[in-house]
């Protein structure tokens, strides 16, 4: 089936794409509020906001790195929709203790509120960790394989879907709002996680390894010595350490570089994450449900030089004196146009080299491996991720501008393009 669409008038998908497209629109609905909180009414110092985020990104990578070994085995064990259904009732937890930080801190209380809202970010990582695989590992299971490239590429552009509409609320509602919003969400994604069909375990029953360490050794290496998921898992890794930097520097650059109020710093990365969408539904089209990276190494060069651009934009942007540009003000700058389509050039070409990737993990080997396999990607991604976290609050102590932390992220596209022709090659 080329045509994905057809997908969502199916019982087989419809519900878990409408489960992951909840959970991934509260947990940036309440990560944006809880960054522009922090960003434009607690701190008013570029280091601490950038250090913040990085802080707050490399807490919700520390689940990924330590539990996903064992996210997988358990989702390759039992039932997926099981899992799913523990994993959302949890969801509604998390949020409680999230809105509760969130309110604390705007109320002055920003000790507690911070450590609370920390938590549940914390809490949040390993929710991912234990959804994250079944999302991919169970399309397999409950769809043709050609289907599967386009549900993959489905997942991926509603998950970028859900973070523009996440963030944009997040930017535009009280917090008081974004609370309540984020418990009514985390109730809907219950029920919706209800109605997903049953996807029991394939295969032999397997023995659970629940040391993470040993787990996830055991993990990568039964993984990796597989040429094309040893490439394919390098490619992404490399792709969100990038992904790590640009998300950790963005507002605070929104902010401080480009001079724009929380609502413009909204919008731009809502704008970012459209770029993603239609670049993961774009490749689908080109590659005609074919799994392949045969454009992997051109868009990823494609989107260094967007980054490029961007940097160079960014860098000459005349800064707003006393005060931040609104949306109205921001839109009538000469360069606001090519600020914003550079922006959505390094969102549609990222989109359309990572989609192909994930396709990957999941045709590559049996069903009763997927979760693991997508799990050991998890884990190497999280590492990956960590690096680049770590890369920038070491940059920002050493002096190093936002603006040219984006160099960095372009100099690293060549060897992700390098990493995905050797794969389409090993494909041939």
């Known amino acids: 089936m080329h045509s994905a669409l057809g997908l969502l008038k199916e019982r087989r998908f419809l519900p878990l794409f409408v489960t992951q497209f909840l959970g991934a629109f509260n947990d940036n609905l309440f990560k944006q509020a809880m960054v522009i909180v922090v960003v434009y009414q607690i701190y008013n110092n570029p280091q601490y906001e950038q250090s913040f985020t990085a802080l707050a990104t490399a807490i919700s990578i ?29 969801e509604i937890v998390i949020m409680a203790v999230g809105g509760a930080g969130l309110l604390l801190a705007k109320a002055g209380y920003t000790t507690i509120g911070m450590a609370s809202m920390l938590t549940a970010v914390l809490a949040l990582g390993i929710h991912s960790t234990f959804f994250g695989p079944i999302k991919y590992a169970i399309l397999p299971q409950h769809l043709d394989e050609d289907e599967v490239l386009g549900g993959t590429g489905l997942v991926e552009s509603a998950t970028y879907l859900a973070i523009l509409l996440g963030t944009v609320l997040a930017g535009f509602m009280k917090v008081e709002h974004a609370v309540i919003g984020t418990l009514v969400v985390a109730g809907i994604g219950w029920f919706a996680g209800r109605r997903v069909p049953p996807a029991p375990r394939v295969g032999p029953e397997l023995k659970i390894n629940y040391n993470p360490f040993t787990a996830s050794w055991r993990l990568i290496s039964g993984t990796m010595h597989i040429p094309r998921l040893f490439l394919a898992i390098c490619a992404i890794s490399f792709f969100w350490t990038m992904g790590a930097v640009l998300i950790i520097i963005f507002t605070p650059l929104a902010k401080n570089v480009l001079t724009a109020d929380k609502h413009v710093a909204t919008l731009l990365t809502a704008l970012f994450s459209i770029g993603i969408a239609i670049g993961s539904v774009a490749i689908n089209s080109l590659l005609k449900g074919h799994t392949s990276a045969k454009y992997g190494p051109a868009s990823v060069l494609i989107m260094g030089a967007f980054v490029v651009l961007f940097s160079i934009l960014c860098k000459t942007w005349p ?49 009763d491996e997927t979760s693991r396999t997508v799990a050991a990607n998890n884990v190497v991604n999280s590492g990956s991720m960590a690096i680049g976290a770590a890369m920038v609050t070491a940059l920002s102590h050493a002096g190093v501008t936002p603006t040219n932390m984006l160099f960095v992220v372009a100099a690293m596209c060549p060897i992700s393009a390098w990493l995905a022709q050797k794969l389409h090659k090993a494909c041939d």
């Open 62 to 90: 520390i689940p990924f790195f330590l539990l996903s070994a064992l996210a997988g085995q358990l989702a390759d064990a039992n039932d997926k929709s099981k899992i799913i259904r523990i994993v959302k009732t949890a």
């Open 319 to 367: 800064p707003a004196v006393g005060h931040y540009y609104g949306w109205l003000e921001f839109i009538a700058m000469p360069r606001a146009l090519l600020v914003i389509g550079a922006l959505m050039g390094i969102a549609v070409f990222g989109g359309m080299f990572v989609v192909p990737l994930y396709a990957f993990l999941t045709t590559t080997v049996t069903k």
